[in-house]
């Protein structure tokens, strides 16, 4: 009798299975918050007239091997000579022993963040600005995953970049259906993106080798990405297609931002 109960009992989880009927989870909804946590008091009030060097790690609704990426990416910053207080890492976790999240990944604090960049960053500064994790496609436009609950439009991002003016700036998208087109025209930035602009990106060797250059010994952002491309595994296959676009506009290539000396 007790083995023809359990017959039954696991009889009815199958069909409750393959019905589609979906059983509660203890796990809350996520609730993006309205307004930056953090991003206000560790950002400066306003330029200082020197020569700073910025980093920015933004995390698109990020998984465990995203982090590895974003840990290794806020470790070379560190040992490049970025101070600690002029890196910026957002992310949706609760915490990390990994790395120092800032804030967390949301439309309030993307939005906050490029504002405050924009009016504090100035034309003798470095900004490197890390975009790692999820992207999608809605409508045939391409879009960041910035946590469960948002996304945002990639000509809203690219905007904002727009409007902040380093001396020398590097972006890396390195999120899935983010094209070598979807970059800012500025003359100021240099733009790495990984994926085709209708595909998932594959595998995550192409970031873990260019972080791991700059370990290496390479200062120069132009032969690092060499060195990523070249040991992509996706790449052969067809599944990734790594672009460098560097935008000197008439500019000395020694002094174009894929020269910056991290």
Not at 99 to 105: G, I, L, Q, S, V
Not at 214 to 231: D, H, K, L, W, Y
Request: charged share 20%.
């Amino acid at each position: 009798l007790c083995m023809k109960r359990q017959r039954l009992l696991c009889l009815l989880l199958l069909i409750l299975s393959c019905s589609g009927v979906q059983f509660a989870s203890d796990q809350p909804a996520f609730s993006p918050p309205v307004s930056p946590d953090y991003l206000d008091a560790f950002l400066p009030l306003k330029p200082n007239h020197q020569r700073d060097r910025w980093g920015v790690i933004i995390g698109l609704n990020a998984e465990e091997r995203h982090r590895g990426n974003i840990s290794l990416a806020y470790q070379v910053m560190l040992e490049s000579g970025l101070k600690y207080d002029n890196i910026i890492i957002l992310d949706i976790s609760s915490s990390s022993s990994i790395f120092p999240k800032t804030d967390t990944t949301s439309l309030a604090s993307v939005r906050f963040l490029m504002e405050e960049l924009a009016k504090i960053v100035e034309d003798e500064d470095d900004l490197i600005i890390y975009v790692t994790g999820h992207g999608t496609r809605f409508e045939n436009r391409a879009q960041l995953v910035l946590n469960p609950s948002e996304h945002m439009e990639s000509s809203e991002f690219l905007a904002s970049l727009e409007a902040i003016r380093p001396g020398r700036g590097l972006v890396i998208f390195d999120q899935c259906f983010w094209g070598a087109e979807l970059h800012p025209k500025s003359c100021r930035w240099t733009t790495i993106t990984v994926s085709k602009p209708m595909e998932e990106s594959k595998e995550l060797v192409f970031p873990r080798q260019f972080w791991l250059s700059f370990r290496n010994g390479v200062t120069s952002i132009i032969t690092s990405f060499a060195i990523a491309q070249n040991n992509d595994a996706a790449k052969n296959p067809g599944e990734n297609a790594p672009v460098l676009k560097q935008r000197t506009c008439g500019i000395d290539e020694n002094q174009g931002a894929g020269k910056i000396q991290w």
